[in-house]
């Protein structure tokens, strides 16, 4: 596990950037009125997995996380998400790196809906 975050996060020694790292750093405060209100189906079909288990739910929805996010159609990023907050603002942080800008870039155009016209379904929430 350690050399595949090692691998995803470090530039080939020829390419310009060699020993440096992209980083992104989001806040993403929630809505949980609005996340609750259209009950779990519809929370599994945003997320593109189950809650029970995190199973990836087959067919996923287009709109949904794990499709939006999808590390084999953008290349990969080391992630990982921390919850914040008090009990009146709540939210995640997500942090991903990597050893390029574009798996990043390619991430955040699909969750905005650059590529499809279809934004990832979580940001309805936040």
Known sequence: MKQERLAVSTP???????????LLVQRWPHDAG???APGMA?????????????VDLDPRP???QVAKTDQDTFG?????IMPYGTVSEH????????AGQQPLQAMQE??????????DALAYYT
């Open 91 to 98: 939210g995640t942080t997500f942090v991903g790196f990597c």
């Open 34 to 36: 609005a996340w609750e």
């Open 110 to 119: 699909s969750t905005a809906g650059f590529r499809d016209g279809v934004r």
């Open 62 to 64: 287009t709109y949904s």
């Open 76 to 80: 990969k990023v080391f992630r990982r």
């Open 12 to 22: 080939v020694a020829t390419l310009t950037g060699a020993g440096g790292r992209m």
């Open 42 to 54: 519809a929370q599994e079909a945003a997320m593109g997995r189950t809650n029970a288990d995190s």
